[in-house]
Protein backbone atom coordinates (compact mmCIF):
# COMPACT_ATOMS: atom_id res chain seq x y z
CA UNK A 1 0.00 0.00 0.00
CA UNK A 2 3.26 2.15 0.78
CA UNK A 3 4.47 1.74 -2.88
CA UNK A 4 1.21 2.60 -4.39
CA UNK A 5 1.56 6.10 -2.57
CA UNK A 6 4.96 6.80 -3.06
CA UNK A 7 4.27 6.57 -7.03
CA UNK A 8 1.00 8.28 -6.80
CA UNK A 9 3.03 11.26 -5.75
CA UNK A 10 6.16 11.20 -7.91
CA UNK A 11 3.89 11.06 -11.06
CA UNK A 12 2.12 14.08 -9.99
CA UNK A 13 5.60 15.84 -9.32
CA UNK A 14 7.12 15.45 -13.07
CA UNK A 15 3.80 16.31 -14.66
CA UNK A 16 4.48 19.74 -16.47
CA UNK A 17 0.86 21.11 -16.42
CA UNK A 18 -1.41 21.54 -13.58
CA UNK A 19 -4.98 21.29 -14.19
CA UNK A 20 -7.77 21.86 -11.50
CA UNK A 21 -10.39 19.37 -11.39
CA UNK A 22 -12.83 20.24 -8.95
CA UNK A 23 -10.09 22.20 -6.78
CA UNK A 24 -7.85 19.43 -7.64
CA UNK A 25 -4.98 19.48 -9.43
CA UNK A 26 -5.55 16.99 -12.28
CA UNK A 27 -2.72 16.63 -14.79
CA UNK A 28 -3.46 13.80 -16.80
CA UNK A 29 -3.25 11.03 -17.94
CA UNK A 30 0.31 9.65 -17.77
CA UNK A 31 2.10 6.39 -18.56
CA UNK A 32 2.94 4.20 -14.86
CA UNK A 33 6.51 2.92 -14.40
CA UNK A 34 5.14 -0.69 -13.28
CA UNK A 35 7.65 -2.17 -11.04
CA UNK A 36 8.36 -5.80 -12.32
CA UNK A 37 9.27 -8.52 -9.60
CA UNK A 38 7.51 -6.71 -6.94
CA UNK A 39 7.28 -9.22 -3.60
CA UNK A 40 4.90 -8.79 -0.64
CA UNK A 41 5.99 -10.69 2.78
CA UNK A 42 2.82 -11.80 4.39
CA UNK A 43 3.16 -11.76 8.11
CA UNK A 44 2.67 -15.60 9.28
CA UNK A 45 -1.06 -15.85 11.04
CA UNK A 46 -1.48 -18.52 13.59
CA UNK A 47 -4.21 -19.83 14.62
CA UNK A 48 -5.05 -21.24 18.36
CA UNK A 49 -7.62 -24.03 18.78
CA UNK A 50 -10.52 -23.37 19.58
CA UNK A 51 -11.94 -24.69 22.78
CA UNK A 52 -14.21 -27.40 23.16
CA UNK A 53 -17.85 -25.84 24.24
CA UNK A 54 -18.57 -26.80 27.99
CA UNK A 55 -20.66 -30.07 28.45
CA UNK A 56 -24.07 -28.59 29.96
CA UNK A 57 -26.46 -30.81 32.33
CA UNK A 58 -29.49 -30.23 32.46
CA UNK A 59 -31.32 -31.74 35.98
CA UNK A 60 -35.14 -32.14 36.28
CA UNK A 61 -36.82 -32.28 39.22
CA UNK A 62 -38.79 -35.62 40.52
CA UNK A 63 -42.34 -35.54 40.44
CA UNK A 64 -44.09 -37.00 43.14
CA UNK A 65 -47.78 -37.74 42.33
CA UNK A 66 -50.45 -38.88 45.48
CA UNK A 67 -52.23 -42.34 44.68
CA UNK A 68 -55.61 -41.95 42.95
CA UNK A 69 -57.98 -43.82 45.45
CA UNK A 70 -61.65 -44.49 44.85
CA UNK A 71 -63.92 -45.17 48.34
CA UNK A 72 -67.20 -47.29 48.07
CA UNK A 73 -69.64 -48.45 50.04
CA UNK A 74 -73.83 -49.60 49.94
CA UNK A 75 -76.54 -51.01 52.00
CA UNK A 76 -79.98 -52.06 51.23
CA UNK A 77 -82.15 -54.10 53.28
CA UNK A 78 -86.47 -54.40 53.38
CA UNK A 79 -89.33 -55.48 55.32
CA UNK A 80 -88.61 -59.16 55.00
CA UNK A 81 -85.35 -59.21 56.42
CA UNK A 82 -83.76 -59.02 53.54
CA UNK A 83 -80.38 -56.90 53.43
CA UNK A 84 -77.04 -56.98 51.30
CA UNK A 85 -74.07 -54.28 51.97
CA UNK A 86 -70.50 -53.84 51.05
CA UNK A 87 -67.63 -51.44 51.00
CA UNK A 88 -64.23 -50.78 48.64
CA UNK A 89 -61.71 -49.07 50.45
CA UNK A 90 -57.64 -49.48 49.69
CA UNK A 91 -56.28 -52.38 50.88
CA UNK A 92 -59.96 -53.76 51.44
CA UNK A 93 -63.33 -54.86 50.45
CA UNK A 94 -65.74 -56.48 51.81
CA UNK A 95 -69.61 -57.93 50.16
CA UNK A 96 -72.25 -59.66 52.39
CA UNK A 97 -75.83 -61.07 51.25
CA UNK A 98 -78.69 -62.23 53.80
CA UNK A 99 -81.86 -64.15 52.80
CA UNK A 100 -85.42 -64.09 54.60
CA UNK A 101 -84.53 -67.49 56.15
CA UNK A 102 -81.20 -66.11 58.30
CA UNK A 103 -78.86 -67.02 55.67
CA UNK A 104 -75.72 -65.50 54.98
CA UNK A 105 -73.02 -65.60 52.29
CA UNK A 106 -70.15 -63.24 52.03
CA UNK A 107 -67.04 -62.39 51.06
CA UNK A 108 -63.95 -59.86 52.11
CA UNK A 109 -60.18 -59.43 51.45
CA UNK A 110 -57.36 -57.57 52.70
CA UNK A 111 -53.91 -56.91 51.84
CA UNK A 112 -51.92 -58.31 55.18
CA UNK A 113 -48.56 -57.29 56.79
CA UNK A 114 -46.51 -59.43 54.33
CA UNK A 115 -48.40 -57.81 51.26
CA UNK A 116 -49.74 -60.67 50.24
CA UNK A 117 -53.62 -60.87 49.80
CA UNK A 118 -55.98 -62.69 51.90
CA UNK A 119 -59.60 -63.34 50.52
CA UNK A 120 -61.90 -65.41 52.89
CA UNK A 121 -65.54 -66.76 51.45
CA UNK A 122 -68.24 -67.78 54.14
CA UNK A 123 -71.67 -69.10 54.07
CA UNK A 124 -74.02 -69.48 57.55
CA UNK A 125 -77.15 -70.94 57.48
CA UNK A 126 -79.28 -73.11 59.74
CA UNK A 127 -78.69 -76.21 57.37
CA UNK A 128 -74.67 -76.59 57.79
CA UNK A 129 -74.10 -73.77 60.04
CA UNK A 130 -70.75 -71.86 59.23
CA UNK A 131 -68.49 -72.82 56.62
CA UNK A 132 -65.24 -70.94 55.50
CA UNK A 133 -62.53 -71.13 52.34
CA UNK A 134 -59.88 -68.78 52.37
CA UNK A 135 -56.00 -68.69 50.95
CA UNK A 136 -54.63 -68.12 54.57
CA UNK A 137 -56.00 -71.24 56.72
CA UNK A 138 -53.59 -73.09 59.00
CA UNK A 139 -52.45 -76.57 56.75
CA UNK A 140 -52.25 -79.52 58.78
CA UNK A 141 -48.89 -81.85 59.24
CA UNK A 142 -48.81 -83.99 56.12
CA UNK A 143 -49.90 -87.76 57.08
CA UNK A 144 -46.93 -90.21 57.27
CA UNK A 145 -47.05 -92.58 55.18
CA UNK A 146 -48.36 -96.17 56.41
CA UNK A 147 -45.41 -99.28 55.89
CA UNK A 148 -46.66 -101.55 53.60
CA UNK A 149 -47.17 -105.25 55.29
CA UNK A 150 -45.96 -108.21 53.96
CA UNK A 151 -47.92 -111.69 54.84
CA UNK A 152 -46.31 -114.95 54.32
CA UNK A 153 -46.60 -116.78 51.48
CA UNK A 154 -50.25 -119.22 51.00
CA UNK A 155 -49.97 -122.74 51.18
CA UNK A 156 -49.04 -124.57 48.09
CA UNK A 157 -50.86 -127.81 47.43
CA UNK A 158 -49.34 -130.86 47.27
CA UNK A 159 -48.98 -132.93 44.71
CA UNK A 160 -51.93 -135.46 46.07
CA UNK A 161 -54.05 -132.60 46.62
CA UNK A 162 -53.63 -131.36 42.90
CA UNK A 163 -54.47 -134.27 41.85
CA UNK A 164 -57.70 -134.94 43.91
CA UNK A 165 -58.70 -131.10 43.09
CA UNK A 166 -58.15 -131.71 39.00
CA UNK A 167 -60.13 -135.10 38.95
CA UNK A 168 -62.88 -133.46 41.43
CA UNK A 169 -63.39 -130.71 38.49
CA UNK A 170 -63.11 -133.05 35.62
CA UNK A 171 -66.01 -134.94 37.25
CA UNK A 172 -67.82 -131.72 37.84
CA UNK A 173 -67.32 -130.70 33.53
CA UNK A 174 -68.76 -134.27 33.03
CA UNK A 175 -71.90 -133.42 35.26
CA UNK A 176 -72.73 -130.54 34.04
CA UNK A 177 -72.62 -131.88 30.35
CA UNK A 178 -75.03 -134.73 30.70
CA UNK A 179 -77.17 -132.14 32.71
CA UNK A 180 -77.10 -130.48 29.71
CA UNK A 181 -77.65 -133.43 27.26
CA UNK A 182 -80.79 -134.03 29.91
CA UNK A 183 -82.67 -130.82 29.57
CA UNK A 184 -81.69 -130.81 25.26
CA UNK A 185 -83.77 -133.83 25.38
CA UNK A 186 -86.38 -133.13 27.53
CA UNK A 187 -86.68 -129.95 25.48
CA UNK A 188 -87.43 -132.30 22.21
CA UNK A 189 -89.88 -134.60 24.67
CA UNK A 190 -91.63 -131.72 25.66
CA UNK A 191 -93.91 -130.75 22.95
CA UNK A 192 -94.97 -134.33 22.89
CA UNK A 193 -95.03 -134.91 26.20
CA UNK A 194 -98.08 -131.70 25.78
CA UNK A 195 -100.09 -133.39 22.75
CA UNK A 196 -100.16 -136.48 24.96
CA UNK A 197 -101.53 -134.82 27.78
CA UNK A 198 -103.95 -132.52 25.55
CA UNK A 199 -105.49 -136.11 24.40
CA UNK A 200 -105.89 -137.45 27.66
CA UNK A 201 -107.58 -134.66 28.61
CA UNK A 202 -109.76 -134.94 25.63
CA UNK A 203 -110.56 -138.11 25.60
CA UNK A 204 -111.49 -137.87 29.67
CA UNK A 205 -113.68 -135.32 28.43
CA UNK A 206 -115.25 -137.21 25.55
CA UNK A 207 -116.12 -139.86 28.19
CA UNK A 208 -117.86 -137.57 30.56
CA UNK A 209 -119.91 -136.75 28.11
CA UNK A 210 -121.10 -139.82 26.81
CA UNK A 211 -122.04 -140.83 30.61
CA UNK A 212 -123.70 -137.57 30.79
CA UNK A 213 -125.44 -138.91 27.79
CA UNK A 214 -126.58 -142.55 29.15
CA UNK A 215 -127.58 -141.00 32.33
CA UNK A 216 -129.83 -138.68 30.85
CA UNK A 217 -131.29 -141.61 28.46
CA UNK A 218 -131.60 -144.60 31.43
CA UNK A 219 -133.48 -141.89 33.90
CA UNK A 220 -137.46 -142.57 34.75
CA UNK A 221 -139.49 -139.93 36.47
CA UNK A 222 -141.65 -141.47 39.04
CA UNK A 223 -144.93 -139.47 39.95
CA UNK A 224 -145.03 -140.23 43.73
CA UNK A 225 -142.14 -140.03 46.04
CA UNK A 226 -140.39 -143.87 46.19
CA UNK A 227 -138.51 -145.03 49.69
CA UNK A 228 -135.67 -147.56 48.69
CA UNK A 229 -134.90 -149.67 51.99
CA UNK A 230 -130.50 -150.07 52.32
CA UNK A 231 -130.18 -153.61 51.84
CA UNK A 232 -127.77 -155.70 54.80
CA UNK A 233 -124.47 -155.79 53.58
CA UNK A 234 -122.01 -157.94 55.38
CA UNK A 235 -118.32 -157.23 55.13
CA UNK A 236 -116.58 -160.97 56.33
CA UNK A 237 -113.39 -160.60 58.75
CA UNK A 238 -110.18 -159.46 57.24
CA UNK A 239 -107.98 -162.34 56.24
CA UNK A 240 -105.00 -162.85 58.46
CA UNK A 241 -102.11 -161.43 56.90
CA UNK A 242 -98.54 -162.72 57.94
CA UNK A 243 -95.61 -161.19 56.74
CA UNK A 244 -92.14 -163.18 56.11
CA UNK A 245 -88.94 -162.13 58.00
CA UNK A 246 -87.18 -159.50 56.03
CA UNK A 247 -83.86 -160.85 54.11
CA UNK A 248 -80.51 -159.73 55.56
CA UNK A 249 -78.36 -157.40 53.58
CA UNK A 250 -75.18 -157.49 53.63
CA UNK A 251 -73.54 -154.51 52.25
CA UNK A 252 -69.79 -154.66 51.78
CA UNK A 253 -67.84 -151.64 52.58
CA UNK A 254 -64.51 -151.38 51.01
CA UNK A 255 -61.46 -150.23 53.37
CA UNK A 256 -60.14 -146.63 52.47
CA UNK A 257 -56.59 -145.91 52.77
CA UNK A 258 -55.62 -142.04 53.05
CA UNK A 259 -52.54 -141.11 52.91
CA UNK A 260 -50.68 -139.45 55.88
CA UNK A 261 -51.47 -135.20 55.43
CA UNK A 262 -47.70 -133.64 55.09
CA UNK A 263 -46.67 -131.57 57.79
CA UNK A 264 -46.71 -128.08 57.47
CA UNK A 265 -44.70 -125.40 58.78
CA UNK A 266 -45.41 -121.33 59.02
CA UNK A 267 -42.82 -118.91 59.73
CA UNK A 268 -43.22 -116.76 62.58
CA UNK A 269 -44.92 -113.11 61.76
CA UNK A 270 -42.61 -110.49 62.99
CA UNK A 271 -44.77 -108.20 65.11
CA UNK A 272 -45.20 -105.05 64.07
CA UNK A 273 -43.45 -101.73 65.36
CA UNK A 274 -45.67 -100.15 68.12
CA UNK A 275 -45.30 -96.66 69.09
CA UNK A 276 -46.95 -93.69 71.02
CA UNK A 277 -49.57 -91.82 69.79
CA UNK A 278 -49.12 -88.55 68.95
CA UNK A 279 -51.95 -85.72 69.34
CA UNK A 280 -52.23 -82.85 67.26
CA UNK A 281 -54.01 -80.12 67.71
CA UNK A 282 -55.39 -78.27 64.16
CA UNK A 283 -56.80 -75.11 64.50
CA UNK A 284 -59.12 -75.00 61.38
CA UNK A 285 -60.47 -71.23 61.86
CA UNK A 286 -58.67 -69.06 64.16
CA UNK A 287 -60.99 -68.28 67.14
CA UNK A 288 -63.75 -70.09 65.77
CA UNK A 289 -62.99 -74.01 65.23
CA UNK A 290 -59.88 -76.42 66.25
CA UNK A 291 -59.73 -80.22 65.89
CA UNK A 292 -57.86 -82.68 67.30
CA UNK A 293 -56.18 -85.82 65.13
CA UNK A 294 -54.29 -88.79 66.70
CA UNK A 295 -51.57 -90.35 64.50
Do not use: C
Not at 21 to 39: C, D, L, M, R
Amino acid sequence: MKVLILLALVGVSIAKPVTLYNSWPFGGYTAYNVPTNVVYNSPAVTYSAVPAPATVTYTTPALTYAPFATKTQYHAQDELGQASFGYSHPGHARAEVRDAAGGVRGSYAYIGADGKEVRVNYVADSVKGFRVESNALPVGPAVPEVPVLVGPAPVQDTPEVAEAKAQHAKLVEEAIARNAEADKKDAAEAPKEAEKVEEDAATEKKGEEEVKSRRKRGAVYLASPQVYAAPAVTYAAAPAVTYAAAPVVTHHVPTLTYAAAPALTYSAIAAPAVRAATLTKVVNTPGHAVSYRVD
